[in-house]
Nanobody
Framework: QVQLVESGGTLVQAGGSLRLSCVAS????????MGWFRQAPGKEREFVAA????????DYADSVKGRFTISRDNAKNTMYLQMFSLKPEDTGVYYC??????????????????WGQGTQVTVSS
């Protein structure tokens, strides 16, 4: 059974930092793109960041560019999202996702086949 499990979400003050982790089990994704998405209350899920299989190519939503860093450790089957200078508008449930087949990074959620259950990030003002 393939599972993606996120962790690291919590309540933090504006301007603070957090690091989210996503651990995959049941199969490896070291040849697949992975990404982070988030969903704020009352809003649709949105793209946050994506990374290719090697970590050599990344993409970020404009709203987080320069503040968030996506990375991965294929030896540990783990992906990370380091978040700095957090803002109240970063509040939401953060989901990790993995593509089921090889391919380039993408912002399209339809291209991701596996999803975690989400971890809550709350940024207070």
């Amino acid at each position: 059974q393939v599972q993606l499990v996120e962790s690291g979400g919590t309540l933090v003050q504006a301007g603070g930092s957090l690091r989210l982790s996503c651990v995959a089990s049941g199969r490896t994704f070291n040849r697949n793109a992975m990404g982070w998405f988030r969903q704020a209350p009352g809003k649709e899920r949105e793209f946050v960041a994506a990374i290719n299989w090697s970590g050599g190519s990344t993409d970020y939503a404009d709203s987080v560019k320069g503040r968030f860093t996506i990375s991965r450790d294929n030896a540990k089957n783990t992906m990370y999202l380091q978040m700095f200078s957090l803002k109240p508008e970063d509040t939401g449930v953060y989901y990790c996702a993995a593509a089921g087949s090889r391919g380039g990074i993408t912002r399209d959620s339809e291209r991701y086949d596996y999803w975690g259950q989400g971890t809550q990030v709350t940024v207070s003002s």
